[in-house]
């Protein structure tokens, strides 16, 4: 999955020399502060330590005005560049090259910062949400509105309560619903997210989802057997990603030999699907926000490392050949 985020990231290289050998006059960023100097030193290597945005990740020493304009102005000339009529994907595909060409010469060719930004503007350049990044605007969307009164905070806090092992009937009743409304709201809330080609509702609703156990109406609910708020593997698994790749390996490798890889969690160390997965949420959204492709990689490979270890441990439980594992 991450060589093909990478690939995606890079782009074709057929393509990329093509662009590159192409005139280019997007113009150079205008230094928007007074004290920073941005010169290249005789190799060519930026001197300079470049200062982003926290929320854009665009460089403070130019204004996303000028930036647009110039992704713009490179664009229109990939455009003339091209002898054959383009789909609109293929035009979306090329004004985003566009965006990524000038990003990349105005901030020092760092391919991790360049994650960052497309992520955190991937609304603007796709449509569609990243988690993680605060792209999503509530108030004023009718796709946003309650429905019985009920919020995607709600919704998504009742969806974890009942994750814990909380009576269904004590949840709603902390609510203010009763049986009938909330199997609308269960069919209504799922359905907007259908409608939402941004993936907006679904990426708000994971981040709703790890923080769930917060909202104030869950608290005095006496969560049922295995839901880990006195667990110290949940507490283990928050803290330390290597024991969490660890037991995304183990369920894959489970579910590769026909076991329940999330029951095999919960009776193995008593974390339930529903705390895993916003625990799992946590940890992606941590690292999209710092993101570092050496450090994703790494967690990656410890990853795919566990899971053939534990595919190892099921086979040999199942009398199986460790070998099947073994891609030639």
Not at 188 to 213: C, N
Not at 228 to 247: A, I, P, V
């Amino acid at each position: 999955m991450f060589k093909k985020f990478l690939n995606n990231l890079l782009g074709n290289e057929e393509e990329n020399k093509k662009k590159e050998s192409a005139p280019y006059s997007a113009g150079t960023p205008v230094n928007q502060n007074a004290g920073d100097e941005i010169d290249d030193d005789e190799d060519g290597d930026d001197e300079v330590q470049y200062q982003f945005d926290p929320v854009t990740h665009h460089g403070t020493h130019y204004s996303k005005e000028d930036f647009d304009a110039a992704a713009n102005n490179l664009y229109q000339q990939y455009l003339d560049g091209e002898d054959e009529p383009l789909s609109q994907q293929d035009k979306n595909n090329l004004k985003r090259e566009a965006y990524r060409k000038v990003y990349m010469d105005w901030n020092g060719h760092d391919f991790d910062q360049l994650a960052k930004f497309e992520m955190a503007n991937s609304l603007e350049l796709t449509g569609y949400v990243t988690s993680g990044f605060d792209q999503v605007k509530e108030e004023g969307n009718a796709l946003y509105e309650p429905i019985h009164g009920i919020s995607l905070y709600d919704y998504a806090a009742i969806a974890h309560g009942m994750t814990q092992g909380i009576a269904e009937t004590d949840l709603l009743k902390a609510f203010g619903i009763d049986g009938a409304v909330w199997g609308e709201v269960n069919v209504l809330w799922p359905e907007r997210m259908k409608e939402d080609p941004t993936y907006g509702i679904m990426s708000k609703y994971g981040e709703y989802f790890a923080t769930a156990g917060q909202h104030p109406k869950l608290a005095g609910l006496t969560p049922g057997i295995g839901s880990g708020s006195t667990n110290s593997n949940l507490e283990k698994l928050k803290t330390d990603r290597y024991f969490y790749e660890e037991l995304c390996g183990a369920r894959t490798a489970a579910y590769e030999y026909g076991l329940d890889g999330a029951q095999w969690i919960v009776d193995n160390y008593g974390i339930n699907l529903g705390d895993f997965q916003a625990v799992a949420m946590d940890w992606m959204t941590q690292q999209n926000k710092s993101f570092e492709s050496s450090q994703v990689m790494h967690y990656s490979d410890y990853q795919e490392q566990k899971r053939k270890e534990y595919a190892q441990k099921f086979a040999k439980e199942q009398g199986g050949n460790v070998a099947d594992d073994i891609e030639f």
